[in-house]
């Protein structure tokens, strides 16, 4: 470790500042530090797709648990940067299989739920320390940035779930018209009677884009941690007071051989005044004159030093505790972000169904026949309004009436998912359910079910140039 070189100022800052500075050295590196990543996840994430292609949940939380590996990766690489050193591919890749195998029980066992993962794996690798050793200089590191970087941790693992959602809309967003049907199938096959029965398509697609979300928010909470740690040890060995002696040295070089020259002629000079100045008197004389002075002075401090009990571990009783809660915190909040997630896609599914621009299967148990009515796709016209504007004019004023409501109940059955049997009857039981159906289904499925309301109405003949006039039945243009 060469101080000379390195490439950031050096000085003793606050946490917040530390963590910028972490984000900062990211920045500078962006892509090279996710590139890196990638190298030490990507091929093992291949291996285990492969194998669990069918289960993409369990994939996706061995790709959490895998991350370690890529933050070594990442370590590594700004750790060199910052003093000065540019690690070329060959020797970033033979240090792949080591960020798996070093330490592999421990990292990625008990130590993989640490709060303080980003902190204490810098002291890991990039000093070495094991045992008892690492557990004292985690405890000396941990005592400047241990709130910081467990907040940061979570806030990176709240921001990865928030910025994976975002993905999914964005690409649902830009999938080309005609291209969706595979996801639409998808949505029609989620049961609303079974919401967590997702199917499989969802599912991969959720996971690859919370996979992206994860590497670049780990990424940034690797530099965050590394930025403590940086810090930590400024303020503990003073490597900013190191700096500015070795920049004193560099300015005073010139000037230091005069010096040395100098004293060297002055040196025996005085040397040989002080002899003669004390020759004079008796040693034991000289000797009771400088015992005399004031640094010779014996001070008495009693100091009371606590005894330490227990063994080196740096979390005590009361941040054991703090870190329990924050862990059932972060799961919680994890949990409600994947809920949240769920409950977004199943309540707006319809948007997803109208944009394909694809058919969708008749669901199974559906009418085909209500009150002697065929009103399946197939039975009814392509343009329902021409053909209701056709009959009407050819004085069939009861079969123009009767094909807009054919088309209603056809709609509200296929797309609005309302059930109306067979057995039910004008007045009664299609009218109601349509009325639930338009309370959780879109505008177009209302307007459909308040036709299916008024039909009792317009049937009767009382309401029929009404029911023209609302534009139900009107001419095309």
Known sequence: MRLDGVTAEIRPRSDWEAVDLGLALVRRDFWRCVAVWWLALGVPLLLAGWWLWDAPALLLLLFW???PAGSRMVLLLLSRRLFGEHPTWRAIWREVPQVWRRRFFYRFGWAR???WLPLTLAVEDLEGLRGKAYAQRVGQVARRGSGAVAWTYLIAELAAGWFGLALFGLLVMLVPEGQAAPWAGALEQWDGNNPFDIPVLLVRTVAACVMVAMSLADVFLTGAGFGLYVNARTWIEGWDVELAFKRMAQ?????LGLLLLLGC??????DRAAAAATAERP????????????EFVVHKVRLRVPKHRGGASMIPFGGAIGWLLAMVLEVALVALIIGGVVWLIWKYRHLVLLGSGTAQPARAGAARVVMGLAVTPQSLPQDIPGMAWRLWQHGQRQEALGLPYRGAICRVIEHGRVEIHQADTSSGRPATRAGRGSIRGSPRNASHATMILRWPHWRSGARRRWGMRCGWCRQPS
């Open 113 to 115: 739920l640490s709060p």
């Open 251 to 255: 300015r005073l070089g010139k000037v």
């Open 65 to 67: 648990w895998g991350k």
């Open 265 to 270: 002629w002055c040196l025996p000079a005085a």
């Open 283 to 294: 040693p034991q004389e000289v000797i009771q004159q400088v015992k005399a002075g004031k």
